[in-house]
């Protein structure tokens, strides 16, 4: 089971931390990203981090300024947003999957657990 938490609103050029907490298994086994959606959009990949390695990859809208990390021992993966736009905003989710291939690792189809989202509002 996944949680996510840490959305809320702030102004462009702010900061938020996006929190996404495993229960009943721990992350280094999974692959875990973050998509986002934005109102009428489709679900967008964001970043990924691999379980196995700690490998790192993100989307160009986001790199430079987002950054995806783990704390093994509290089994929690992190979305440090800076630098935040207003094209940013949307319900952020964390999903985890084991087995992912790392080449499609931004395919969402390929994610068997998800988070609840929680909702990013960058104000202009």
């Known amino acids: 089971q996944l949680q996510a938490s840490g959305g809320g609103l702030v102004q462009a050029g702010g900061s938020l931390r996006l929190s996404c907490a495993a229960s009943?298994?721990?992350?280094?086994?999974?692959?875990t990203a973050w998509f986002r959606q934005a109102p009428g959009n489709e679900r967008e990949f964001v970043a990924a981090?691999?379980?196995?390695?700690?490998?790192?990859r993100y989307a160009d809208s986001v790199r430079g300024r987002f950054t995806i990390s783990r704390h093994t021992a509290k089994n929690t993966v992190y979305l440090q947003m800076n630098s935040l736009k207003f094209e940013d905003t949307a319900i952020y989710y964390c999903?985890?999957?084991?087995?992912?291939?790392?080449?499609?690792?931004?395919?969402?189809?390929?994610?068997?657990?998800w988070g609840q989202g929680t909702l990013v509002t960058v104000s202009s």
């Open positions: 999903a985890a999957s084991v087995g992912v291939i790392w080449s499609s690792m931004n395919d969402p189809q390929n994610y068997n657990y």
């Open positions: 009943g298994s721990t992350f280094s086994r999974y692959t």
């Open positions: 981090i691999r379980g196995s390695g700690g490998s790192t």
